[in-house]
């Protein structure tokens, strides 16, 4: 899976999570206001390998092109 698709799931997750959270503090519903918060959370993790897969391709184009030089 690319970066940018990690990001966009990430983004996604989180979103809808926010939405979960929301209803089941609206409802009273204290599994699916919990079901959000950990769809928060799985959206921050898949966010935060888009970034890590942005810094290493980075890393490795830094890399190469100081070996190239």
Sequence with gaps: MGSTKDKAEGTVDRAKGKVKEATGRATGDRDTE??????????SGKKAVGHTKDAARNLKEGVKGAVDR
């Design 34 to 43: 919990a079901e959000g918060k950990v769809d928060q959370l799985k959206g």
